[in-house]
């Protein structure tokens, strides 16, 4: 493995354009769990119907059942920590070399660490809007509604109050702006993303240079050029990342 540390080491030392696509592998190493699965988010907020949460319609229909994941959600995303992942994609954007994150997570830990270009394709949960007058409500709003309110109403209107995440009918945020820098970058690194989810599995390929891939478990190839594949990496984040880090640091000091 530390073979394959220093090539990923030596490849972002040699590149001046970096460009990340995160995926929820980078969450649940900060300990917020995934929604599926037995000890997942839907198990543990007792959702029988997970397919509605995310659904628009349903949503203007019955907000309580997407409220009742939101609650345990929240409750996850407000104590979980950047990961030393995260802070080593902040050294390299302060280093210049990191030109953006792209990111399928919507609890912006990327941004809780200190990454400044953060584009939430799915949206995230910092912001939220009246659904009916367009009233901004903070997370520290929500938070204490969500304690007090089954569905948190609008304190203007009684609207529904809705965070800025995007739902299944909804079109992504920042597809342009990824695509941009996705096609000006010299690597691109995948972190925590099974590339099974369109359209941000396509941005990768738009890159001129190289694809890395690190995610515990299987992966898609599907929409990865061979060719632009430098390495698929089957590990945990940050013990990877760690060793990356010391010989990214070796290479700083020659």
């Known amino acids: 493995m530390s073979e394959v540390a220093k090539k990923f080491a030596e490849l972002i030392y ?5 460009a990340v696509l995160s995926g929820a592998g980078m969450s649940t190493n900060a300990g ?18 997970p397919e ?46 990191l030109k953006g994150i792209v990111t399928q997570n919507i609890d912006s830990l990327h941004q809780k660490a200190s990454s400044k270009k953060v584009y939430e394709i799915h949206g995230g949960c910092w912001k939220n809007y009246c659904t009916k007058c367009n009233r901004e409500y ?19 209107c009684g609207g529904v109050i809705k965070p800025d995440i995007v739902f299944f009918e909804e079109p ?25 989810v369109i359209p941000a599995a396509m941005l990768p390929s738009l890159t001129k240079g190289k694809i890395i891939v690190v995610n515990k478990g299987e992966i898609s ?9 430098a390495l698929i990496v089957n590990e945990e984040l940050d013990t990877f990342f760690m060793q990356v880090a010391r010989e990214y640091s070796k290479l700083k000091e020659k």
């Open 14 to 18: 040699n590149s001046n354009s970096i």
């Open 172 to 196: 992504v945020k920042y597809l342009t702006e990824s695509e941009v820098l996705m096609k000006n970058s010299e690597l691109v690194l995948v972190l925590g993303s099974s590339l099974a």
């Open 52 to 97: 509605r949460i995310f659904d628009l319609d349903y949503f203007y229909l019955d907000p309580s059942l997407f409220y009742k994941f939101h609650k345990k959600f929240l409750e996850y995303i407000t104590k979980a920590e950047p990961t030393f992942t995260h802070k080593f994609l902040v050294q390299l954007e302060k280093e210049g070399k």
């Open 221 to 229: 190839e599907m929409y990865l050029p061979p060719q632009k594949v």
């Open 32 to 49: 917020i769990p995934d929604f599926r699965g037995p000890n997942g988010i839907y198990t543990k907020a007792n959702i029988e119907n």
């Open 138 to 156: 903070s997370q520290e709003e929500i938070l204490e509604k969500v304690n007090n309110e089954t569905v948190p109403r609008c304190d203007n």
